[in-house]
Structures are given as C-alpha cells and as structure tokens.
C-alpha cells in the first residue's frame, strides 16, 4: 500500500467510528466508546510504525482527484478543476503521531472520566456518552484532514469542521447553567464565544485563500511553493499599500492562525473553553485545535519565508502573547483556566520561534508541549474529578492520595518549566535560540522573562494543589460524588480519594504520557544529534550551535521560578494571597487586563451605533416611502370619494361630460394629426 494510502486510512478510521456510533451503537454506551478508543488506536499504531518509518526513511506520497469543475471543456488543457488531495511528508507524519497518540490516550482516559458512582457505589454514566465518543472522533478526523491536505482548500474544509467540534464539545454539558468551582460562563456561552472568535480570524483566512487563487492561479501547497520560490505569477508583481500582494495573503492566513491558536487579540476564547469536560480540554489544548493555527503556519511556511514582514509580524503578536498570556496565569485560581493560559503563552513561543525564522524550533516545541500538557490537563482532571472543584485554594494535600497523578503532574510541570534534561527544555531552548537569532532584543526580552511566570504559575498550582493541608468544604466533595466526607487524620484530605481505588484508565494514560514527556525532547537535542530538525528539514537542514549562556539563563530563571513559588505556597500554609500585596495590579491580571469587558463595550457601542444607523434608514426611507404609498392612495381616495354623491343626475352629467370629451377627441383629433 502506498503512503498516501496509508494516510487516508487513518483518516477514515476516526470518521468510521463517528458515522458508526451516530447510526449504529449510540444507544450501547460501553460499544461506542470501544470502539471509537479502537479506531484511533489503529490510526495511532500505523502512524507510529507505518507513516513515521517510511518518512524517516525518505519516502513522502500525495494523492490527488477533480472535486469540481471550474470551467467546462472535454478534459483537454482548457478545463480547470478545484482539487482536493492528501499528503506525507515529514510535517504531516510528526502531525499525524501527535494527534493520533493524544487523542488515544485521551479517549480511554475518558472511557472512565464521564462515569461516576451513585450512592449506591453503581456507575452512573453520562447522559451523552455515545454522543461524547462521536464528538471526539470526528474532532480527530477534522484534525487529521488539516494534517493530510495538500492543498488550501482541503485544509480550510478541515479547519472549519475543528472549529465545529470545537463547539460542540465545549458545549457539551450545554444544560448546565450552574458555575462549579471558579467557572464564569454557562458551558454553552463558552461554546458561543469560541465558536464566534474563532470565527473572526477564520474571515480573514477566507480572504487569503481568495488572495491566493486570484493572484496565484491555484490553491495547491506546491504550486504555490514552486511560485514564490522562482518569483512568477502576480504574487510579487502586484502590489498594495506599498507592500507586495503576497504579504497581504500571509497575514490574512495568519489571521486565522490568531484565531485557533488564540493569540492576541483573540485570544479571549480560549480561557473559556475550560467550561467543556476536561478530557476536551486536553485535546484542544495539546493536539488538535489550538495547534492547528501553529500547523497552519508551519504548512504554509515558504509563503512567510518570502514575506520577510509578514513574518516579522508574527514574530511580534507570538512574543508579546507569550509574556501577555503568562502574565495573566498568575492571578488564576481554576486549575484549568492556569493551564489554558499556560498553552497560549506557550503557543506564542511557538509562533515566535516561526517568526524568527525558525520552522525546526517552533515545530519541535509544538511536538513536546503536546504530550506534557495533554498530561497536565488530563492529571488536572483527575484532581477535578476527585475533588468536585476546580479552585486550587480549595485543595490541598493531595500528594499521598493521589500518588500516581502528583507524580506524572510534577514531571509534566518541570517539563512546562524548561527544567533539563525534561523535553520542554529541549524545546524551549530551541526556541530561545532561534529568537536570538532571528526576533530582536525586545522579544528575546519578552521569551527569557516568561521562563520565570511560567515556573512560578505552573509550580504556584502544582504546591496550591498537591502540597500544604486539604483547604476544601468536604460537604462540597460529598455533594459532588455522593461518597461519605470523612476526613483522614494525616493531611485532612477526603476520605473517597484513598488510593486503593486507583482507576488505571485514567492513571495509566497518566503514566503513558510521561514517557514522552521525558524522552522525546532527547530527538531534537545534542545528545540526539538533532534528529527531529534533521528529520523535519531535510537537505535545507543546517547545522545547529547551541546556545548555552541563553541555555543556563533559561534553566536559572526556571529554577528561581519554582523556588519562588516553593516560598510562597509550598513552605507555608496557605492562608491568604500572597500576590494581593500587588494592589491594582494583581485586580488588572485578574480581570485579564479587562480586554473582554473591552470587547463586550465595543460590541455593545458597535451595534448600538449600527442599530442607531438602521433605525434612520428604516424609519426615514424605507417607513417613508411604505407610509407614502399608502397616504398617496388614501389622498386619492379622498378626491374620489367627493364624486360618489348617490344622485343619477350626477353621474348622468359626469356621463355626458365624458361622452363629449371622447366626441371632440375623435372629430378634432385627426385634423391636427394631419397638420404639417
């Protein structure tokens, strides 16, 4: 079987699983979640030791067929067809590994999550199980067709059905109103906002697509390539507002970008899609949506590469996220809403580093950060899950009952960290790296300083959370699980979180997940002679010289990080914040800078002065010109009203008159039609 081949089973195989539990085992909960965790099992298994294999060995394939005809003919050179088309290459293979690996792991971690017990002790399963199970199968088949398309048009199909399932999970409990722990929105207000935001730069993605094919004659990856690569076609011939029109493509596909990978300014979504079951959060996060706009970029990279300013701006709007979203993670109390901000933050690394040039460094942390942070949410859901809260200064206390999740956490949070020989660090140098050699001062400037939040915001949970005494109302845990609140002695912890009933299918993709990571940052290292940039780039691969001042420093302020926020939450009991001593500042990253009470007034003077617009327009012209009509004929009306008087005599002289006008009509009218 050829790679292509290969590459449209595993995308078949989650779409099967979907069509499958929508028409076939919807109503047996326990089959449709088998067999979805099978399917992408399958999927993750031939990306492993089928697709990857082949790729590293040089192989690369497409496959391509006519979706519509363009412009009619009998198939000679004059007809044009929109293509869609599959293809391997090194960056769709590292793609397909991610999404195909998390996305397993995620399932059989929620095989058990959306279960929990009666009072009885009798498994209770969600209402929307088999609903839940299609949902993440066709999240990853929309993720793997933006993977596996060749062309732009395939992928924006992609791309948009993301940004459907996002919807819909994040919604997925969209008859909750209720606001557990330090939740704001009702699940289905979050589902809304992101479906909306995305939206916004999912328009000017459009837009470029239309730049391309007008300008480019073609949506095909490689054709577009091989044209800004030998400079034909209107691309760099036409120009706007001084800057080519290519430039203006780029940062309208960029804007898309800024979208699914919440980058400022719309970055607001993304804290609010914590409102979905966590195993969703685990996803978006780490594989598939928030990672689609970095993949968007990496795909469309030789596009960037000839607009020098495109990717300046980048560069800039990823730097600035990094320090801006990182800034914002200190002043979280909802364990989840610290990691959203930790991805966005990360995520502008990303961007920062493919803004600075560097496809190898923002790919390579893209690689890492999905399997730490896929375990940081899915460990964070195991505490949620425990403890029926989502506020850390609710927890506590935790690290001998929960053995297993403090562990994989802790591993997971030092790799987030950039603590060596962990994978983030691996990655984060990278990206250090690249930012010093190709972003400015300011911006490396910006990557050293969100080193240090990103430590103390990350290890700040971690001690809130695993460390110190059980700060929680045990009523709330009994409540939430229906299981008796007595209290263990030693760290006043629950008695339902006894470790003897570790379930192993959410801990064991726990433990799967730390492996990678804590190995596989070794790929991208020195000690593995950077086999992933080697891998990735090709024969464009250029040899590497590290960076070790910038590495120590990155290290150091990690460390200073974590003992920061050893000193301030781990060493001593948690009474008040200590970040309250901030005054006004600690109140502004609280309220995220007041950038969303910022939308919501634009909104709100934007549609108040659209609606004030229209009121005018309806009310004078289009009331005006109904209002007219009617009073014109009722005016009419009132003129033929004065002839209707009821007597014969009247009508008979209105009769006569009329008789007589049409008489001299006739005998006078020929005469001057004669006339010269």
Not at 82 to 101: C, E, H, K, Q
């Amino acid at each position: 079987m050829t790679l292509a081949g290969t590459g449209l089973i595993i995308l078949g195989l989650p779409l099967l699983s979907f069509i499958d539990i929508v028409f076939v085992t919807r109503r047996n909960k326990v089959l449709s979640a088998m067999l979805s965790i099978a399917c992408v099992g399958i999927a993750a298994l031939l990306a492993l030791f089928v697709v990857l294999p082949q790729v590293m060995g040089g192989a690369t394939d497409h496959y391509e067929w006519n979706w519509l005809r363009l412009q009619p003919g009998d198939g000679g050179p004059t007809e044009t067809y929109l293509r869609l088309g599959v293809g391997v290459d090194p960056l769709a293979a590292i793609m397909l590994v991610v999404v195909t690996v998390v996305s397993f792991l995620v399932q059989v971690y929620s095989r058990s999550y959306m279960i929990e017990h009666d009072e009885h002790g009798h498994l209770e399963y969600d209402p929307g199980y088999s609903r839940f199970f299609a949902y993440l199968s066709l999240f990853t088949f929309s993720m793997l067709a933006v993977v596996l398309a060749n062309n732009l048009l395939f992928f924006f199909i992609g791309w948009e059905l993301v940004g459907l399932c996002s919807y819909l999970l994040i919604g997925f409990w969209y008859d909750r109103e209720e606001r557990r722990g330090v939740h704001l929105l009702p699940p289905w207000v979050a589902a809304k906002k992101a479906f909306l935001t995305t939206r916004v730069g999912d328009v000017g993605f459009l837009i470029g697509l239309i730049i391309l094919w007008n300008r480019g004659g073609t949506l095909q990856l490689s054709e577009l390539f091989d044209q800004v690569e030998h400079h034909t076609g209107n691309l760099f011939n036409a120009s706007l507002l001084g800057q080519p029109v290519l430039f203006w493509a780029c940062l309208c596909v960029f804007a898309g970008a800024v979208g699914k990978s919440g980058q400022f300014p719309l970055h607001v979504w993304l804290p609010d899609a914590m409102e979905g079951p966590t195993p969703v959060s685990a996803l978006i996060h780490a594989a598939t949506m928030v990672a689609a706009g970095v993949y968007l970029v990496a795909r469309t990279f030789p596009l960037f590469e000839a607009s020098p300013a495109a990717l300046t701006v980048v560069a800039i709007i990823g730097g600035f996220t990094a320090i801006f979203a990182a800034s914002m993670g200190l002043a979280s109390n909802d364990i989840k809403r610290v990691l959203a901000y930790s991805t966005v933050s990360q995520l502008g690394y990303m961007m920062l580093a493919l803004g600075a040039g560097s496809l190898s460094a923002g790919m390579f942390h893209l690689f890492t950060h999905a399997f730490f942070k896929a375990l940081l949410f899915l460990a964070a859901g195991h505490v949620i899950h425990t403890l029926g809260t989502n506020d850390i200064t609710e927890m506590g206390g935790l690290r001998k009952r929960l053995p297993w999740t403090w562990a994989t956490m802790g591993l997971a949070a030092l790799s987030l960290s950039g603590i060596p020989p962990l994978s983030g660090f691996w990655s984060k140098d990278e990206v250090l790296a690249a930012a010093a050699t190709g972003a400015g001062p300011i911006l490396l400037a910006f990557a050293v300083i969100t080193v240090f939040l990103t430590a103390f915001y990350t290890f700040r949970m971690f001690f809130l959370t695993f460390h110190g005494s059980f700060r929680g109302i045990p009523e709330a845990a009994e409540v939430e699980h229906r299981h008796s609140t007595m209290l263990d002695a030693e760290s006043h912890v629950p008695a339902h979180t006894q470790t003897e009933h570790t379930d192993w299918w959410m801990v064991g993709p726990l433990v799967a997940l730390s492996i990678p990571a804590v190995l596989v940052g070794f790929w991208g290292s020195p000690v593995g002679n950077y086999g992933f940039q080697r891998f990735l780039e090709g024969a464009q691969y250029q040899d590497i010289q590290a960076n070790l001042p910038l590495a120590i420093v990155g290290t150091v302020l990690g460390l200073a990080g974590i003992v920061t926020a050893w000193l301030m939450y781990g060493a001593r009991a948690f009474v008040r914040e200590p970040l309250l001593r901030l005054g006004g500042a600690y109140t502004l990253l609280a309220r995220r800078y007041y950038v969303d009470e910022f939308y919501m007034r634009l909104i709100d003077v934007l549609a108040i002065g659209i609606a004030a617009v229209l009121a005018i327009f309806d009310r004078q012209l289009l009331d005006g010109f109904v209002n007219g009509v009617a009073e014109a004929f009722r005016t009419a009306g009132r003129a033929l009203r004065g002839i209707q008087t009821g007597r014969v005599q009247n009508y008979g002289l209105v009769l006569f008159a009329g008789l007589a006008v049409i008489a001299i009509v006739l005998v006078i009218g020929p005469g001057l039609a004669a006339r010269p």
